[in-house]
């Protein structure tokens, strides 16, 4: 079936530190990939997507490409914030589906 | 541009009962999908509703059930609650069905069952 696979967390990072969260997927057809963010009792917000191979989303200084032959969605950001702590979870759809399967989220804490 | 809305925040009900959660689309949306967030992990997909119809189902009991309304409006019901039903449940609105649309999400129903 199809699946998402996160880095485990939690990631401690220090403020302007380079961030990378990785994520693979295992996919029966062909998927769209997001990054979904969670703010500390908040739902989740769409951070970015990629709906093709070798695609590059980005948003807020975050970035992900679609890595057909890896499989793979890393998110990354060359100098996080304090304001980044949060739990991030990679997901993807496949074309013609009706859910979302997500991993299982990555905890990001920021410290000044 | 109104986004999803969710009631109530939180509800707190004992083993047995059942329970009524709501939704209300994002302007435009006439998709709503349910998804059950356990504490510390990613979200679940319960079902989707697509026009006032059930389009897809995941791996849930049929103690689980829905209903989408003309204005795409929905509830998730949940009947004869256990404790593991305990979680966030999130609602998420998206533009149609079929295509692969980014979901937007409201800020969850926390469901305690004691």
């Known amino acids: 079936g199809d699946s998402v696979t996160q880095m485990e967390g939690p990631v401690t990072l220090s403020e302007e530190a380079f961030l990378t969260i990785n994520c693979t997927y295992t996919?029966?057809?062909?998927?769209?990939l997001f990054w979904y963010v969670q703010y500390p009792g908040e739902g989740l917000q769409l951070l970015l997507k990629?709906?093709?191979?070798?695609d590059k989303g980005s948003n807020k200084g975050f970035e992900a490409t679609y890595r057909k032959e890896t499989t793979s969605f890393h998110l990354e950001k060359g100098s996080v914030q304090v304001s980044d702590s949060a739990v991030y979870f990679c997901?993807?759809?496949?074309?013609?589906?009706?859910?979302?399967?997500f991993g299982q989220g990555t905890r990001l804490t920021i410290n000044p | 541009e109104t986004g999803v809305t969710q009631s109530p925040t939180h509800l707190i009900k004992t083993r047995g009962q059942q329970v009524t959660l709501r939704c209300s689309s994002q302007?435009?949306?006439?998709?709503v999908s349910w998804y059950q967030q356990a504490l510390g992990q990613g979200p679940q997909f319960i079902f989707q509703?697509?026009?006032?119809?059930?389009?897809g189902r995941g791996n849930f009991p049929p103690r689980f059930s829905g209903l989408q309304f003309p204005n795409y409006s929905s509830e998730l019901n949940v009947n004869a609650l256990e404790l593991d039903d305990s979680a966030l449940y999130l609602c998420?609105?998206?533009?149609?069905?079929?295509?692969?649309?980014?979901?937007?999400f409201g800020p969850g129903t926390r469901l305690t069952v004691t």
């Open positions: 996919a029966t057809g062909y998927p769209s």
């Open positions: 990629a709906t093709k191979a070798d």
């Open positions: 998420a609105s998206s533009p149609g069905s079929g295509a692969p649309h980014e979901q937007y």
């Open positions: 509703y697509y026009r006032e119809e059930e389009n």
């Open positions: 302007s435009g949306h006439n998709t």
């Open positions: 997901a993807l759809i496949i074309q013609g589906a009706q859910k979302l399967v």
